[in-house]
């Protein structure tokens, strides 16, 4: 099975094992913000898939027709666990580590940062072929230790809401991997 980046159809590299978002920020800062035809390609996410999101309000809006690093890291984000969460859930727990879409005042951590802990969280997990929850629980406080000044107030409901996310990515991965497997057979 090849390795992607989590929510991307992005091969995975040794380059973004640290940093997975620095794929897509040179990218973003360079043009100013993607199309929804390239975040859909960058996602694998159909582009209606992406405009009910932010009809709903679990993405903010689009500055004229570019999607901003704030939207595409919460798109990502989104898509890396909707293999096995409901999205409302997803949402719910967006919210739970970050408040409002819009106001980044409330936020426990910046989805950036966020995504690319929890990045690196999964390669090692991957790597180590372990994904018990007291290893993943471990990685998480090694995490949020090394990125301490970039966290606000809330450290105890961001390390629960990481655990979910890297256990509901992983889980969408057995999913995955079983239907394969079953339509093989059927």
């Not at 309000?57 to 570019?66: D, I, T």
């Not at 471990?138 to 949020?144: G, N």
């Not at 230790?145 to 961001?158: C, M, P, T, W």
Request: net charge negative.
């Amino acid at each position: 099975m090849t390795k992607t980046i989590p929510g991307t159809a992005i091969s995975y590299t040794e380059q973004c094992r640290n940093n997975a978002f620095s794929l897509v920020s040179p990218v973003l800062e360079a043009t100013g913000g993607i199309t929804l035809s390239q975040l859909s390609k960058l996602t694998a996410l159909e582009g209606s898939t992406i405009q009910n999101w932010i009809k709903r309000g679990w993405v903010a809006s689009p500055e004229g027709k570019k999607y901003t690093e704030k939207q595409v890291v919460r798109i990502i984000l989104i898509n890396m666990l909707r293999g096995v969460m409901k999205l409302e859930n997803i949402a719910k727990l967006m919210v739970y580590v970050n408040g409002d879409v819009v106001d980044t005042s409330d936020d426990i951590i910046d989805d950036v940062t966020l995504y690319n802990i929890l990045s690196r969280i999964i390669f090692t997990a991957q790597d180590e072929g372990a994904f018990e929850p007291e290893m993943i629980r471990a990685l998480i406080d090694k995490e949020l230790v090394e990125y301490s000044s970039s966290i606000n107030s809330g450290e105890d409901k961001l390390r629960k809401a990481m655990y979910i996310m890297v256990m509901a990515y992983r889980s969408a991965c057995l999913k995955a991997e079983m239907e394969k497997v079953l339509a093989e057979i059927l």
